[in-house]
């Protein structure tokens, strides 16, 4: 099992709860508190991203890392840019796959983290995509070639930028170049700046400034109408062609012997 277990007992003692009063604060049963805190259950995704807004850590740090006297949290980027993510559900509780289209990338940078905005995008769901939050961008132009502009990137929501790996595709929303798809140049430092990379050789590396990142989301699916070309089988001239340069290049090296 995970650190989960412990992680809860010590940040539930760290603030001076007892069981009973941690339970009515999270609105759980007490005999749930004791159960996972003695590794007989462990809690469900949804009651786990409350729990760590209620003991104000992440959720990959609350699975993943040994939370004790000795811990200290990730950075996340910038503070004066960090806000609560908004995000929809259905009626099951069940968070969307919200959609931000092409046309509506711009009014992204100013309604990101506006419920209202959010509310109102379109919104689906993948059943490969249930843990985690996700959002689909629909990227354009053709730096990233060979995804075709107009392709849909899933991507999930990075809460720790210091978790950024390098070499790997993220869609990077920042105030200077708006809602960008592109591949990490470098490990993100806190203050420091992120160098963004074209998949399209033609297109120059350049770097954006970590104050002025407002989101990340590691790619994680694409979507496109364009589907991909079959082989093309060589034909009869394509194979004399073949041959006829091998032969020269053969004859080639043996006249230099």
């Given amino acids: ?3 989960i277990s412990s992680n809860i ?6 603030k001076g ?12 049963k007490r005999s749930l508190v004791g159960a996972y805190e003695e590794e007989r259950a462990e809690p469900k995704y949804d009651l786990l991203k409350k729990l760590a807004v209620f003991f104000d850590i ?12 000795k811990w200290s949290p990730k950075p996340k980027g910038n503070p004066a840019n960090l806000r609560v993510l908004s995000i929809t559900v259905d009626k099951e509780d069940n968070e969307n796959i919200e959609m931000v289209p092409m046309k509506a990338s711009a009014g992204y940078l100013n309604g990101y983290a ?11 769901h993948l059943p490969m995509f249930t843990n985690g939050t996700y959002r689909a961008f629909e990227i354009k132009g053709d730096s990233m070639l060979p995804l075709p502009s107009g392709s849909i990137i899933i991507g999930e929501y990075v ?10 595709t993220y869609v990077v929303v920042s105030k200077s170049d708006g809602v960008v798809y592109k591949r990490i140049g470098n490990k993100f430092k806190e203050q420091k700046k992120l160098k963004l990379v ?10 954006v400034n970590g104050e002025d990142i407002l989101e ?12 991909p070309q079959p082989v093309a089988e060589p034909t009869m001239e394509s194979l004399t062609s073949m041959m006829t340069q091998m032969q020269r290049s053969i004859a080639k090296m043996q006249g230099n012997n």
């Fill in 1 to 3: 099992m995970s650190n």
């Fill in 58 to 69: 992440t959720v990959d740090d609350f699975i993943n890392e040994v939370i004790d006297e």
């Fill in 159 to 168: 809460e720790n930028w210091g978790d950024v790996k390098p070499a790997e």
């Fill in 114 to 124: 506006d419920p209202e905005y959010v509310a109102a995008l379109p919104k689906f």
């Fill in 9 to 14: 007992k010590f940040l539930r003692k760290k």
């Fill in 216 to 227: 990340l989301w590691k790619a994680k699916a694409y979507i496109s109408t364009q589907l």
């Fill in 17 to 28: 709860l007892t069981q009973q009063q941690f339970a009515d604060q999270v609105n759980i």
């Fill in 198 to 207: 074209s998949d399209n050789p033609v297109y120059e590396p350049y770097e």
